[in-house]
């Protein structure tokens, strides 16, 4: 019926069952139901603050919607489509519970700085949550990062071995990109933390209201500046997701090394029977699919960026139902983040580090070919002459199927008669770790430098 809806007074005609179907978004809005209550309580506080309403009308708002919250913790709330979306299912509820008072609560406000309001309130506490879980998975790569800060293993570039670096050299690469991550994750926030309500539905309103008074309550930073601004941006939202996608690119690339070292072509790690599945007709596999998992996820949450863009480009100012289609591509990007994170931080401290095949390889490919070089220029050879040497030393090494080490010092010497004995030192992957031994250095002691600094950091809160 129409007079069941809260706009119902100038329709004439029911709204048709399929239309109601189709708008309502109450299917996955309910999740904002802890901040459209907390916004209304704050609302309702700041209404009684300049005198709008009593101090009795406001206890009794206040207590009704309290109630409505336990209410629906308990599950024993009944969600309506036909009241449309959390916001006016709440407020229904309200009046059934304390009667017409409760349509008082809605006065200087409206749906579009309540909306507005609520995404920014459940974002900011989802924020908050990604960025705990983007250190919790800091923390766990530091610890394998200390237990592997003198492990060899090769460093690739085109995914060529080029070079030996350490594995806990490599583990605190992806601490950096995390790093970075919380950056823009606490940046965003900073945005996120501004207050819609009082803009109405985009004009503001008639009332005293003190938006200065309700954002205190909220713990926002800010009330908006510009009303018509307030209902219709929806730029914090695309920077979530933004930050939301980089650090899914972030866990996508991990997955992907993951995926190859534990492949048993590369046989550099073991991951945890508990994080992998087996084949319904293979007996012998073993499947990364965590990693997996999380590189076909991080496809959802690029989708989740695209449709916010894609949605906000042709609004006209100022608030268009197309806006409701916001929420869900920021609870799915949300979920996904949250769950991939969390299943990282507890998989890789669990993975097993195969010390021996990191080592074999690390020697593999003359990936000390370069220490040689620069063996060369530190005896006073110029680099490009150097680089020329060691092209014609590999090629010995090539035709005659041995690798660097294996060369006797007659043949190097042929070569360049710069050449000691002492030149097998630079020739392992040992000796040439160590002798990166700067700051952002591969280095046993560079890593475990950094190690400390990265522990100082996740110790510093923000
Ligand atoms: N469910 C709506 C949304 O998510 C709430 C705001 C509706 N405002 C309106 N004028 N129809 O955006």
Same mark, same amino acid.
């Given at each position: 019926?129409?007079?069941?809806?809260?706009?119902?007074?100038?329709?004439?005609?029911?709204?048709?069952?399929?239309?109601?179907?189709?708008?309502?978004?109450?299917?996955?809005?309910?999740?904002?139901?802890?901040?459209?209550?907390?916004?209304?309580?704050?609302?309702?506080?700041?209404?009684?603050?300049?005198?709008?309403?009593?101090?009795?009308?406001?206890?009794?708002?206040? =207590?009704?919607?309290?109630?409505?919250?336990?209410?629906?913790?308990?599950?024993?709330?009944?969600?309506?489509? *036909?009241?449309?979306?959390?916001?006016?299912?709440?407020?229904?509820?309200?009046?059934?519970?304390?009667?017409?008072?409760?349509?008082?609560?809605?006065?200087? /406000?409206?749906? =579009?700085?309540?909306?507005?309001?609520?995404?920014?309130?459940?974002?900011?506490?989802?924020?908050?949550?990604?960025?705990?879980?983007?250190?919790?998975?800091?923390?766990?790569?530091?610890?394998?990062?200390?237990?592997?800060?003198?492990?060899?293993?090769?460093?690739? &570039?085109?995914?060529?071995?080029?070079?030996? %670096?350490?594995?806990?050299?490599?583990? +605190?690469?992806?601490?950096?990109?995390?790093?970075?991550?919380?950056?823009?994750?606490?940046?965003?926030?900073?945005?996120?933390?501004?207050?819609?309500?009082? *803009?109405?539905?985009?004009?503001? &309103?008639?009332?005293?209201?003190?938006?200065?008074?309700?954002?205190?309550?909220?713990?926002?930073?800010?009330?908006?500046?510009?009303?018509?601004?307030?209902?219709?941006?929806?730029?914090?939202?695309?920077? #979530?997701?933004?930050?939301?996608?980089?650090?899914?690119?972030?866990?996508?690339?991990?997955?992907?090394?993951?995926?190859?070292?534990?492949?048993?072509? #590369?046989?550099?790690?073991?991951?945890?029977? *508990?994080?992998?599945?087996?084949?319904? $007709?293979?007996?012998?596999?073993?499947?990364?699919?965590?990693?997996?998992?999380?590189?076909?996820?991080?496809?959802?949450? #690029?989708?989740?960026?695209?449709?916010?863009?894609?949605?906000?480009?042709?609004?006209?100012?100022?608030?268009?139902?197309?806006?409701?289609?916001?929420?869900?591509?920021?609870?799915?990007?949300?979920?996904?983040? +949250?769950?991939?994170?969390?299943?990282?931080?507890?998989?890789?401290?669990?993975?097993? %580090?195969?010390?021996?095949?990191?080592?074999?390889?690390?020697?593999?490919?003359?990936?000390?070919?370069?220490?040689?070089?620069?063996?060369?220029?530190?005896?006073?050879?110029?680099?490009?002459?150097?680089?020329?040497? %060691?092209? /014609?030393?590999?090629?010995?090494?090539?035709?005659?199927?041995?690798? @660097?080490?294996?060369?006797?010092?007659?043949?190097?010497?042929?070569?360049?008669?710069?050449?000691?004995?002492? %030149? #097998?030192?630079?020739? &392992?992957?040992?000796?040439?770790?160590?002798?990166? =031994?700067? @700051?952002?250095?591969?280095?046993?002691?560079?890593?475990?430098?950094? $190690?400390?600094?990265?522990?100082?950091?996740?110790?510093?809160?923000?």
């Amino acid at each position: 019926m129409t007079k069941e809806k809260p706009w119902g007074g100038r329709f004439t005609e029911p709204t048709d069952a399929g239309v109601e179907a189709f708008t309502a978004s109450v299917g996955f809005d309910r999740r904002l139901y802890r901040q459209d209550i907390a916004g209304s309580i704050a609302h309702a506080r700041m209404l009684a603050h300049v005198g709008v309403l009593t101090e009795a009308e406001r206890d009794a708002i206040v =207590n009704g919607l309290k109630e409505i919250e336990i209410e629906i913790e308990a599950g024993g709330f009944a969600w309506s489509a *036909a009241l449309e979306d959390v916001h006016m299912n709440i407020e229904a509820r309200l009046t059934d519970r304390i009667g017409d008072l409760g349509k008082k609560l809605h006065t200087a /406000r409206s749906r =579009n700085d309540q909306v507005a309001t609520d995404l920014r309130l459940y974002l900011r506490e989802g924020i908050d949550a990604a960025d705990a879980a983007v250190e919790r998975l800091q923390e766990a790569i530091v610890e394998v990062a200390e237990r592997e800060a003198g492990t060899l293993m090769p460093g690739f &570039t085109h995914l060529q071995i080029a070079q030996p %670096v350490t594995f806990g050299h490599h583990l +605190l690469a992806w601490f950096e990109m995390l790093a970075r991550d919380r950056e823009r994750l606490r940046d965003c926030r900073r945005r996120v933390n501004i207050m819609p309500l009082g *803009a109405a539905a985009l004009a503001g &309103t008639s009332f005293p209201i003190d938006r200065d008074y309700t954002a205190k309550l909220l713990g926002f930073d800010a009330p908006a500046e510009n009303s018509l601004d307030a209902v219709s941006d929806r730029d914090f939202a695309i920077e #979530f997701v933004s930050a939301a996608a980089l650090v899914m690119l972030h866990l996508s690339r991990m997955a992907e090394e993951l995926i190859l070292w534990s492949s048993s072509q #590369f046989d550099f790690i073991e991951l945890p029977d *508990a994080f992998c599945t087996g084949s319904s $007709i293979m007996p012998q596999k073993k499947n990364p699919d965590v990693p997996e998992l999380v590189r076909g996820k991080s496809a959802r949450v #690029f989708g989740s960026l695209m449709a916010l863009l894609a949605l906000m480009k042709a609004q006209p100012l100022a608030y268009n139902k197309d806006n409701q289609e916001d929420k869900e591509p920021v609870f799915d990007t949300l979920d996904t983040l +949250l769950g991939s994170l969390r299943v990282y931080a507890e998989m890789i401290p669990a993975m097993q %580090v195969k010390r021996e095949n990191l080592r074999r390889a690390a020697a593999l490919g003359f990936s000390t070919a370069t220490d040689l070089a620069d063996y060369l220029v530190r005896k006073g050879i110029a680099f490009r002459d150097a680089h020329e040497i %060691v092209g /014609r030393v590999v090629r010995l090494a090539l035709d005659s199927g041995r690798d @660097l080490p294996e060369l006797d010092l007659d043949e190097l010497q042929g070569l360049s008669a710069a050449i000691g004995p002492e %030149v #097998f030192d630079v020739l &392992t992957p040992e000796g040439s770790v160590k002798a990166r =031994n700067h @700051l952002g250095g591969t280095a046993p002691a560079q890593v475990r430098a950094a $190690i400390r600094r990265a522990r100082k950091r996740l110790a510093k809160k923000s």
